[in-house]
């Protein structure tokens, strides 16, 4: 099975001067359970090259076992060093795509024109998109062939407006993902701040925060071994 993970290569905090980026525990704990299950994996985002990873996400407190894991792999590092450019993507080439969070892809990926083009491609062949946490936010404007919202009907989740609001970025966020995917039509359905949650819906799943993304990746690799 080959599986594509996208990450952000935005860097700025809206405003507020601070550094965002990717979220480590949501990359490596997925990156890891997609490894194990022998999956091959593809690992791109805008720009190419080495995606910014969100500092506060690498803080001590914010430790797994899987990203330490990850800081001791150097074959890993390498990989994550040079993404390939979601230009370069032939989207044929995969089974499935992981989107994991941090704040950046609320400003880069949910816009990102390639992106988008990528979901609408995965989904309109019945291959599977999965997200966690903020990355969701990639599924704003991605539409099915008749010009509906992808999410229009679909159970969904991701980061909650009482997640945002405790860790105080709720004016710095250029929009509320529970808002916006509601706003889409999606299902929006979450469970208790900070507990793994995730929702699966056909070909699409979502995961609501970092505590989510493991989970996220056993439901997409128990998906594709019963595809």
């Known amino acids: 099975m080959n599986i594509l993970m996208i990450l952000t290569s935005h860097d700025q905090l809206g405003d507020t001067g601070h550094k965002t980026g990717f979220w480590l525990e949501e990359f490596a704990a997925p990156y890891y359970v997609f490894k194990n299950a022998g999956a091959s994996i593809t690992l791109a985002s805008p720009l ?5 990873l969100d500092p506060k996400s690498d803080e001590v407190d914010f430790q797994t076992p899987a990203t330490e894991k990850f800081k001791n792999d150097s074959e890993g590092k390498q990989a994550l060093a040079n993404t390939i450019k979601l230009t370069d993507i032939n989207v044929n080439d995969y089974d499935a795509v992981f989107y994991p969070g941090g704040h950046g892809p609320l ?9 988008i083009a990528i979901i609408e491609s995965l989904m309109a062949a019945d291959k ?5 946490c903020h990355a969701p936010a990639v599924l704003r404007h991605a539409k099915n062939s008749d010009g509906s919202y992808l999410v229009a009907g679909k159970k969904v989740t991701g980061f909650s407006n009482s997640e945002e609001a405790a860790v105080e970025l709720t004016d710095v966020v250029p929009f509320l993902l529970e808002d916006e995917l509601q706003a889409k039509g999606g299902i929006f359905s979450k469970g208790e701040d900070w507990h793994p949650y995730a929702v699966s819906d056909g070909k699409l799943i979502t ?4 505590g989510s993304s493991e989970l996220v990746a056993q439901i997409l690799i128990e998906k594709l071994g019963s595809a």
Do not use: I, M, T
């Open 48 to 52: 190419g090259g080495q995606p910014p």
């Open 107 to 115: 400003w880069d990926l949910a816009e990102d024109a390639d992106s």
């Open 128 to 132: 599977y998109v999965s997200a966690v």
């Open 207 to 210: 995961g609501q925060n970092p």
